[in-house]
């Protein structure tokens, strides 16, 4: 609450500049909050020694708390008047989904903007992550960072440094010096500071959150086009690689096996949506189609949510590749949602592996190996678990839509997706030129509960409704 109430503070400047009706309610709002946690951290500094239990539930009911008072703001100025969109559009930011209630976001004024495209910077790399360089050196914090990370880290055994706080601190010293290397880029390009800040937060952090209604189509720019895409890309990638790039280690590079797949995922679908644009004339030249195809499956792919264009007036095929990305994500350890590269990797490598023994070689022994380690059976059990468990929360959740909304399937599982994978647009009444508004408050509450498992990967998540949980 004190790291929320305090990062208010750029908002507030923001609103002061502009001259805008926010900052009062900006200011009251950073106060309540901060006011409110500073009690808490003087009388309870001392309980830090926290179990695995108490991780998960500071993971799963901290995120939903930050979401309700970052919701202050809007209901106090009146520019989202109801608390259920607002908390929708605070639990969207910071769980990097992008999906949004704004019929008109430039309406909104330039503090409350800020601070919408701010929650994308704090969720990106998971908020309380920030929280935990704030806490004295011990298991609390390593218990939370445990609750709130990606299962795709337990698989590749990704560790920064031995001391839990020096990586939190590492990590956000590179992911926000990935910020200020796109916002630099943008403004060379003649974009505006105040829109520069805003996209360079949705585009790191893969998130979506745009200043402009038309998103990333309001700059009509090749420029602006592909540094997003760039940057989108670097988002995506596990963060472990920028680490040890930055020490000079570059052959992590060549052994990571799921970066490689990353980059065999993006060339695929980039080059097939290219090329069906291409062939049915979609745009005037092979550039262009190049251009828009690469910017809307990077986009879809690391579960950012920008777009350039109106792909439901793309062709079918298209649009059924794009459909297909939503279920892949980027890397583990990286700012994005969704399934994870490396699930897709071990579950292929186990498959093949499976009907070579059985079909070709039956005396031979399976192994499946990622970054040339072997992978143990249990990791490829967590693997094909989070795949399926994935794939019935769609199927679940795409069934409550229909019926709370009485909505189209296509629009109904469409929402799951882009909500459960933290996507944002989807297909259907919520698709790219469109909103989530019209969902009624049942709806929006459930899409909000689909965010936070997509953003804290599932399980941490699901826990929770297991009596054993509550259990001593």
Same mark, same amino acid.
């Given at each position: 609450?004190?790291?929320?109430?305090?990062?208010m503070?750029l908002?507030?400047?923001?609103?002061?500049? +502009?001259?805008g009706?926010?900052l009062?309610?900006?200011?009251?709002?950073a106060?309540i909050?901060a006011?409110?946690g500073?009690?808490?951290?003087?009388?309870?500094?001392?309980?830090d020694?926290?179990d695995i239990r108490?991780g998960?539930?500071?993971?799963v009911? &901290?995120?939903?708390l930050?979401?309700?008072?970052?919701a202050?703001p809007f209901?106090?100025h009146g520019a989202?008047?109801s608390?259920t969109?607002?908390?929708f559009? *605070?639990m969207s =930011?910071y769980?990097?989904t992008?999906?949004?209630?704004?019929?008109?976001i430039?309406a909104l004024?330039?503090?409350?903007l800020?601070?919408?495209s701010q929650?994308h910077l704090?969720g990106?790399? =998971?908020?309380?992550t920030l929280?935990i360089?704030?806490l004295?050196h011990? *298991?609390?914090g390593?218990r939370?960072?445990?609750a709130e990370?990606?299962?795709?880290q337990?698989?590749?055994?990704?560790?920064?440094?031995p001391?839990?706080k020096d990586?939190?601190?590492?990590?956000?010293v590179i +992911?926000?010096a990935? #910020?200020?290397?796109?916002?630099?880029?943008l403004c060379l390009g &003649? *974009?505006?500071?105040?829109d520069?800040?805003c996209?360079?937060?949705?585009?790191?952090?893969t998130?979506? +959150?745009s200043p402009?209604?038309?998103?990333?189509?309001?700059?009509?720019s090749a420029y602006v086009?592909w540094?997003?895409?760039?940057f989108?890309?670097?988002?995506?990638?596990?963060f %472990?690689?920028?680490y040890?790039?930055?020490r =000079?280690?570059?052959?992590g590079?060549?052994? $990571?096996?799921?970066?490689?797949w990353y980059?065999?995922?993006?060339?695929?679908?980039?080059?097939?949506v290219?090329l069906i644009?291409?062939?049915?004339g979609?745009y005037?030249?092979?550039?262009?189609?190049?251009r828009?195809?690469?910017?809307q499956?990077?986009?879809?792919?690391t579960?950012?949510?920008?777009?350039t264009a109106?792909y439901e007036?793309?062709?079918?095929s298209?649009q059924?590749?794009?459909?297909t990305v939503?279920?892949? =994500?980027a890397c583990?350890?990286?700012?994005?949602?969704?399934?994870k590269v490396v699930?897709y990797a071990?579950?292929?490598?186990?498959m093949?592996g499976?009907?070579?023994?059985?079909?070709?070689q039956? *005396?031979s022994?399976?192994? %499946?190996?990622?970054n040339g380690?072997?992978?143990?059976?249990?990791?490829?059990?967590?693997?094909?678990?989070?795949?399926?468990v $994935?794939?019935l929360?769609v199927?679940a959740?795409g069934c409550?839509?229909?019926?709370?909304?009485?909505m189209?399937?296509?629009?109904?599982?469409?929402s799951i997706?882009?909500?459960l994978? #933290?996507?944002?647009?989807?297909?259907g009444?919520? &698709?790219?030129?469109?909103?989530?508004?019209f969902?009624s408050?049942?709806?929006?509450?459930?899409?909000s509960?689909n965010?936070?498992i997509?953003?804290l990967e599932?399980f941490?998540?699901l %826990?929770i409704?297991?009596?054993?949980?509550?259990?001593k």
């Open positions: 609450m004190l790291v929320t109430g305090s990062s503070l908002p507030i400047a923001c609103a002061y500049i +502009y001259g009706d926010d009062l309610p900006l200011s009251i709002s106060l909050i006011g409110a500073l009690p808490l951290r003087f009388f309870f500094r001392k309980y020694d926290l108490d998960i539930f500071i993971a009911f &901290g995120w939903i930050i979401s309700a008072l970052s202050l209901v106090i989202i008047p608390f969109d607002a908390f559009e *605070m =930011g769980t990097t992008g999906a949004t209630i704004l019929e008109d430039e004024p330039h503090g409350l800020f601070w919408r929650t704090l990106g790399m =998971g908020f309380l929280t360089i704030f004295p011990g *298991m609390g390593l939370i960072f445990r990370s990606s299962p795709g337990v698989i590749t055994r990704d560790r920064f440094l001391r839990n990586a939190m601190v590492w990590l956000w +992911y926000l990935l #910020n200020a290397a796109q916002t630099g880029l &003649g *974009m505006e500071l105040f520069a800040l996209t360079a937060f949705g585009t790191v952090s998130s979506g +959150y402009r209604n038309a998103s990333i189509a309001y700059y009509d086009d540094i997003t895409i760039l989108m890309f670097l988002g995506g990638m596990t %472990v690689l920028f040890q790039m930055a =000079g280690n570059f052959s590079i060549r052994t $990571n096996t799921e970066f490689r980059v065999s995922f993006l060339l695929f679908f980039c080059g097939a290219t644009l291409w062939y049915n979609s005037g030249d092979f550039e262009q189609s190049l828009f195809a690469t910017f499956v990077m986009s879809l792919l579960t950012t949510g920008f777009t109106d007036l793309w062709p079918q298209a059924m590749f794009l459909f939503c279920f892949v =994500g583990a350890g990286s700012t994005t949602s969704g399934i699930h071990i579950i292929f490598k186990y093949y499976a009907v070579k023994k059985m079909f070709l039956p *005396m022994m399976m192994s %499946v190996r990622i380690r072997p992978v143990d059976a249990s990791i490829i059990d967590l693997a094909v678990c989070y795949f399926i $994935n794939i929360l199927l959740g409550f839509m229909v019926l709370s909304d009485d189209d399937y296509l629009t109904a599982m469409s997706i882009a909500t994978m #933290n996507i944002g647009p989807g297909f009444d919520v &698709g790219p030129s469109e909103t989530y508004a969902i408050d049942i709806g929006k509450w459930f899409l509960l965010m936070l997509g953003r599932m941490s998540a %826990v409704f297991f009596p054993a949980f509550w259990k």
